[in-house]
């Protein structure tokens, strides 16, 4: 078994199962953007299959950073090169939130594919589609009011703008562009629709 083989059997016994598809996709995304960019594509799919690998036993918080450490220790032990850990580590804990101000250029480029790779269905309506289960979680069916969905609509737009506009890489805004233009339009005409004003009227 090589070294990917064996990180693709540890991520499968590792994740939730719920998990799994979602991290499959940063893989397809990475490697794809990799290709497209010159960026070192054994770096950002080590990176792309642990990135997340702490959320499951862990939750979610600081999961960056814990992911980091648990890909460290993984890679040391198995004697993959401490240079190359680092910079997959380095891409890990730059996934969460993006990096902004002086910390920005220098990001290496395998740190930017995996942000854009994780975030590249949020801005394609996947986070469009995460503010209305949320707004299911919290309202039930009975109180359930337009007055709602128009704010879940709103807060799903708000979502796939930032996700979109914090994308790093051109490869990734063009992959992306066509299905966030979809959903931000999809968005603004049902917010046009008299039920919703009817709605935000009351
Ligand atoms: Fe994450
Ligand atoms: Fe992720």
């Given amino acids: 078994m090589n070294l990917i083989e064996e990180i693709v059997t540890h991520a499968r016994n590792t994740y939730l199962a719920g998990d799994f598809p979602h ?19 054994e770096i950002v799919t080590i990176a792309a299959y642990f990135h997340d690998i702490s959320r499951g036993t862990m939750g979610p918080e600081e999961h960056n950073v814990r992911s980091a450490e648990m890909a460290r220790e993984w890679l040391s032990q198995r004697g993959y090169p401490a240079e190359r850990i ?19 250029e220098p990001l290496a480029i395998e740190s930017r594919i995996l942000y854009d790779a994780d975030k590249i269905s949020r801005a394609q309506g996947i986070g ?46 063009e992959l992306a562009g066509p299905g966030y233009l979809r959903t ?6 049902l917010l046009e629709l008299e039920v919703f004003k009817a709605a935000a009227g009351h």
Avoid at 23 to 41: H, K, P, Q, S, W
Avoid at 184 to 189: G, I, K, P, R
């Fill in 23 to 41: 991290i499959v996709e940063v893989v397809a995304y990475a490697r794809r953007l990799a290709r497209t960019t010159g960026a070192d594509e």
């Fill in 184 to 189: 931000v339009e999809f968005c603004d005409q």
């Fill in 128 to 173: 469009l589609l995460g503010a209305l289960v949320r707004l299911g979680q919290q309202t039930s069916w009975e109180e359930l009011g337009y007055a709602h969905l128009a704010a879940a609509i709103q807060e799903g737009r708000n979502v796939t703008e930032e996700a979109y506009h914090t994308l790093y890489t051109d490869a990734a805004r």
């Fill in 86 to 104: 680092e910079r997959v580590a380095a891409a890990i804990v730059a996934h969460m939130r993006p990096t902004t101000g002086p910390e920005r």
